[in-house]
């Protein structure tokens, strides 16, 4: 037996790389984002090998006094905190203090550096633990050689050059978004393939996602409060885009969060045809306070103190811009929500003789001030009723009364949802059952239905999988066709497969049986996608669920999609056989009940 020993310091660097420093494109983004803490103007960065053998990132910002730089290289040594409560209102990227103690301890790194107003520039790297002078005008160089040159089992794992290039690239593309007033500088074994000037946010985002991108775009503009997202939103008829972007950045920092995709998805869902996904870079700037950056070490995700009110808020800003009213629609900050207690229950409160609207509590406001989420979805009904009035409300009951189709029979109690009456606006299923109407979002019901049946397929064997006649073949993204490499296996665990036809094309040859009828193309990407940003290991852990619930989404059935009576009812008795079908994936409700004594009130009846 051997006895307990404390690692060597070096040791546990090399330990705690494995979470910061998994790639060439993870010591870029580190690298970067010093670069932008340190209040740099201009990044330039140099590749060689997808920078393998070697990275360099110059920058100008403020420098490393010479004292300081032996420090900059310890683990846990940061300029950027100094206790917990810094921590909760964290304004720069980096914070942790490991990233260059991290990288040094897997590769050949030398820092070299020119604190402001010092007359000399000093270096340090390669083992030594004094600074030397060297030679430079301002700021800081970076360099790192040999990226896990002395830690073969790690360096096993790296793909080829292109791969890590295009790894890198897409890092580059982030950090160039999230800083449109800074210059950016991006060469590859000696050759320039990205450079940005400083420009306007809008010329910069198209740019780097291309003019056909932007020129169709939308501009978001929204602003309540502590709260603000701009940015360009794809056109939704564009035809097709060269890239699939999709670039959310929070206070400056490029996030993958399943609560501002969704939200941007549904401002979509009424615009968006077919399966096809938008494109956008949107920048969500809030007080540090209401968000969590510290929840993995990559920190390209976030928790939000309040994630519905954020929801709600991209999502109406999303979908102004979309409607071409940004301008004049400003995102209320508050607006009242009828909350599904209001639409339940009766709330007692119309006295005698006389019309009472219903009354519509606003939920309680979250921590930012904004609107619950269920406003947006809601609030047509309050407006709606609000605005009739009564001889009016009296007359269109008549009316509707006189039009309405046969009652149908009344549903047994054991069809809780009721049988479908009809579809309204190619979104709500409108059913009856014995307390009265029952409303459905057929979008949201089904994509949870699928989602169920994912997670018990995912947790009994592996998803079951349907070869296609006719492989689905499109031209991909050099990080696409790395990710169905790297990731064979988990695709196939996920009922998959797709395989490189050549360094830029894809084809699709089997997928889940249960999305046999999304668009291949557009489904396979989303999962490739999700498994670069994350690497499989993740992904089938902690991102399963989202990674189902986005394979749910593009298998679910669309808005205005039209559905058979029969169909309807299908739906809703799945429903009632799945568990948690009351919610969507994303915690919305999926059906609402309106007893005949709302309805009878409404209308006064019985008065
Ligand atoms: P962190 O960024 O989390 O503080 P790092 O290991 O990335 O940790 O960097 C350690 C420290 O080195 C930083 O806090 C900062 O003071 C200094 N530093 C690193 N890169 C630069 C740079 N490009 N310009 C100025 N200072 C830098
Ligand atoms: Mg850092």
Request: proline share 5%; charged share 20%; with cysteine.
């Amino acid at each position: 037996m051997r006895a307990i020993a404390l690692l060597p310091d070096k040791l546990i660097s090399q330990i705690a790389a494995g979470e910061v420093v998994e790639r060439p494109a993870s010591v870029l983004k580190e690298l970067m984002e010093n670069a932008l803490d340190a209040g740099a103007t201009a990044i330039d960065v140099k590749l060689e090998a997808g920078g393998v053998k070697r990275m360099r990132v110059a920058d100008d910002g403020h420098g490393i006094a010479r004292e300081q730089l032996s420090l900059a290289l310890l683990r846990h040594a940061t300029s950027k905190i100094v206790s917990l409560d810094e921590l909760e209102q964290v304004a720069s990227l980096g914070f942790r203090g490991e990233a260059l103690a991290s990288i040094a301890s897997v590769a050949r790194l030398t820092l070299t550096s020119r604190a402001l107003g010092a007359t000399e520039a000093c270096a340090i790297g390669g083992g030594e633990s004094e600074a030397r002078p060297a030679a430079l005008g301002a700021g800081t160089v970076v360099d790192v050689e040999d990226l896990f040159g002395n830690v073969p089992a790690r360096r096993k794992f790296l793909k080829s050059e292109q791969t890590e290039y295009a790894h890198c690239a897409e890092v580059f593309r982030r950090i160039a978004l999230s800083r449109p007033d800074l210059g950016f500088t991006l060469a590859h074994n000696g050759r320039v393939s990205m450079h940005f000037k400083p420009e306007s946010a809008v010329t910069r985002v198209g740019n780097v996602l291309g003019a056909e991108f932007a020129d169709g775009a939308r501009r978001v503009e929204a602003n309540a409060g502590p709260l603000a997202v701009q940015g360009l939103a794809g056109n939704p008829a564009a035809a097709k885009l060269s890239r699939e972007a999709q670039y959310f950045f929070v206070n400056g920092r490029y996030v993958r969060d399943k609560v501002l995709q969704h939200a941007v998805r549904a401002a979509y869902a009424d615009v968006l045809h077919g399966d096809r996904h938008p494109a956008y870079a949107l920048f969500l700037d809030m007080p540090p306070q209401g968000v969590d950056v510290n929840v993995h070490p990559a920190k390209i995700e976030v928790r939000f103190r309040d994630s519905q009110s954020v929801h709600q808020y991209v999502m109406r800003a999303v979908a102004a811009a979309l409607a071409g009213s940004a301008a004049e629609t400003p995102v209320p900050d508050a607006a009242p929500a009828l909350t599904p207690a209001d639409l339940r229950r009766p709330d007692g409160n119309d006295g005698e003789g006389g019309w009472r609207a219903p009354v519509f509590t606003p939920m309680q406001q979250g921590g930012l001030g904004l609107a619950q989420a269920p406003a947006a979805y809601y609030s047509f009904a309050a407006s709606a009723a609000a605005a009739m009035p009564s001889g009016a409300a009296q007359y269109a009951a008549e009316a509707a009364a006189a039009y309405a189709p046969a009652a149908r029979e009344l549903p047994a109690s054991d069809m809780p949802l009721g049988q479908a009456l009809a579809q309204l606006h190619g979104i709500y299923i409108l059913a009856q059952n014995h307390a009265g109407l029952v409303l459905v979002d057929m979008h949201a019901a089904h994509e949870r239905i699928l989602y169920e049946a994912f997670k018990t397929d995912l947790d009994t064997r592996a998803i079951a999988t349907q070869p296609l006649l006719i492989p689905v073949t499109f031209a991909a993204e050099a990080i696409e066709v790395a990710a169905a490499e790297e990731h064979a296996e988990a695709l196939q665990s996920l009922g998959f497969e797709i395989v490189p036809l050549s360094g830029a094309s894809l084809a699709v040859r089997a997928v889940p049986a249960l999305l046999t009828d999304a668009d291949a193309k557009l489904l396979a990407r989303d999962v490739l996608r999700e498994l670069s940003e994350f690497g499989s290991g993740e992904v089938m852990k902690r991102h399963r669920d989202e990674l189902l619930s986005t394979m749910a989404c593009h298998a679910a059935v669309r808005a205005n999609r039209r559905l058979t009576v029969p169909e309807m009812d299908a739906l809703l008795r799945q429903m009632e056989e799945t568990e948690r079908s009351g919610q969507c994936n994303h915690g919305r409700p999926t059906w609402y009940q309106f007893a005949m004594s709302d309805l009878d009130r409404l209308f006064m009846r019985g008065r």
